[in-house]
């Protein structure tokens, strides 16, 4: 077994070790937006969001 | 003490004599030892032990081969001093073609004969054994240790020059049998009712030349030799140890971090869709806060629907820095019953994950979205349900990470069985495969 097998398993080890506790993850299903204004909390009409109008499923079988 | 013993330290000189058939100067090495010397000008083999140098035999050179490493080179091997007396190059032909080795001998006055034996530029160190292995099946067994048959094949004399421990000659014909495990090999030489046994073990062409200060230089091996030790040998095992190993820490960690995740329900409220009613559909939760730096928030999402779907666009909103998450997730859930009986499709409950989430006070903005003909056809309101918890454990990427540490032990598993498979594809025989995880379990 070569040291470069450990060390990549190490990494991959380690790395997930940090993704559960820092929470982070590459694979993420939002889009991050910022300077959203806090009127959206009185008024969410005036915010829409990037998945307004997704493409979706009609019907059934 | 033996008058006739050599004397430690001792280093014997060579013995000139001339040759009887051309008048050519010989150098005895092994006077008194060897059997047959065969003159290196005239290709005679002369009777070493017959004090009058008895002409054996005359042949016609087939080939000149200059040896690789000279006649009368010293070098030691193993710890002991020898000295090359002997060349002859041999082969087999096999379906009408001839495929060549060489073989050296090693004289030591202590010690007496060793051999080293060269193909494709692979080298064995041979000794001879005093005792004969045992059969196992079609396998031989010597010293405890177990050799898979490889190859058997008549083996002829091609060339030969220098000193012999036997009455050797061009032509000469032996029947041969390999067997390996290794770095070793045992090999049988038959010539009608007489066996001759003897063990080879691999060495790198390198270390010959080094140790025999070869001045050409020393060309590498050519393809994969029967008891050439695999450089996977062992790493294999290893590198699948390792990986139990490394899943049972992944395992350690995933359940760590499963007692330590908080999993706190933050928001779980019912609301309700109206899709025939006009205006803004959108509306925000109440502010709930999430703790801790970062984490992951899972939302789910429970509609009361059937034939039906719901889109929720929605959006996660920091209230204080007004940094926004924004996702989307459809809801829909049909049934009936056809020609093949009931049939459902969907799901009325949905939910993600979304990783990497700081802490804060935050709110959830949702935009519901349905068929209005359906909802206005069928019902005026559908009811659902959202559910929010902050730091849920999240299984998936160990899973991922098992699967990652899998790709090495896999690739040097197909690289050994690769290896194995060129060594086996040189062998008469069969069961090559099987042959192949017992070396790579040896060390």
């Known amino acids: 077994m070569s040291k470069l097998y450990m060390a990549y398993s190490m990494l991959v080890a380690g790395g997930l070790a940090v993704s559960s506790i820092t ?10 937006v910022d300077g959203v204004p806090k009127s959206v909390r009185n008024n969410p009409g005036a915010y829409r969001s990037h998945y307004a109008g997704h493409a979706r499923y009609f019907g059934g079988k | 003490m033996n008058p006739a013993a050599p004397r430690k330290g001792f280093v014997p000189k060579p013995k000139a004599l001339n040759c009887p058939s051309c008048g050519s100067q010989i150098e005895l090495r092994a006077l008194g030892a060897a059997a047959g010397v065969i003159c290196s000008y005239c290709s005679s083999t002369i009777d070493a032990t017959n004090p009058q140098l008895q002409i054996i035999g005359r042949w016609q050179a087939a080939m000149t081969i200059e040896p690789a490493i000279p ?47 060269e193909y494709d530029n ?11 292995p045992s059969d196992s099946g079609p396998s031989k067994v010597f010293a405890g240790e177990s050799y898979r048959q490889f190859q058997t ?43 001759a046994w003897s063990q080879g073990e691999y060495m790198l062409g390198t270390d010959i ?24 040998a062992g790493r294999v095992r290893k590198a699948w140890l390792f990986y139990g190993a490394m899943c049972a820490l992944l395992f350690f960690l995933m359940v760590f971090f499963a007692i330590l995740a908080p999993s706190k329900t933050v928001l779980n409220k019912s609301y309700v869709v109206n ?10 939760s109440d502010i709930f806060t999430l703790e801790g730096k970062n984490d992951n928030v899972q939302v789910g999402l429970n509609a009361d629907i059937a034939n039906q779907w719901v889109y929720f666009s929605m959006a996660l ?11 989307g997730r459809e809801v829909s859930y049909y049934s009936g019953s056809d020609s093949d009986g009931s049939w459902t499709e969907g799901g009325r409950t949905d939910d993600v994950l979304l990783p990497n989430i700081p802490g804060g006070r935050y ?9 209005p003909a359906v909802a206005g056809g069928l019902t005026s309101s559908i009811p659902f349900r959202v559910h929010i918890i902050r730091g849920i454990p999240y299984y998936l990427r160990y899973f991922l990470g098992m699967f990652l540490l899998l790709i090495p032990p896999i690739w040097t598993s197909i690289r050994a069985a690769a290896f194995e498979g060129k060594r086996w594809a040189e062998s008469d025989t069969s069961g090559s495969t099987s042959s192949s995880s017992s070396s790579e379990d040896d060390e």
């Open chain 1, 23 to 32: 929470g982070y993850s590459p694979f993420t299903p939002y889009d991050k």
């Open chain 2, 209 to 232: 030349w080094q140790t025999f200060q070869v001045k050409t230089p020393c060309p590498p091996p050519i393809g994969v030799y029967s008891n050439q030790p695999s450089p996977y």
């Open chain 2, 363 to 371: 709110y959830l903005r949702i935009e519901p979205e349905t068929d």
């Open chain 2, 71 to 117: 006649l009368g080179s010293r070098g030691k091997l193993k710890g002991v001093l020898w000295e090359t007396i002997g060349f002859q190059q041999r082969g087999i032909n096999v379906e009408g073609t001839n495929y060549f080795w060489r073989e050296y001998v090693l004289w030591n006055p202590y010690q007496g004969f060793r051999y080293l034996s």
């Open chain 2, 275 to 284: 899709p025939a009613s006009a205006g803004e559909k959108s509306f925000v």
């Open chain 2, 317 to 327: 909103i920091n209230e204080e820095t007004g940094q926004a998450f924004d996702f």
């Open chain 2, 153 to 195: 094949a008549r083996a002829y004399t091609w060339f030969v020059v220098g000193e012999f421990p036997w009455m050797v000659q061009v032509g000469e014909a032996v029947d041969t049998a390999d067997y390996v495990n290794p770095p070793k090999m045992l090999s049988s030489e038959s010539t009608g009712n007489e066996v």
């Open chain 2, 122 to 132: 692979h080298w064995n160190f041979v000794t001879p054994l005093q005792s004969l």
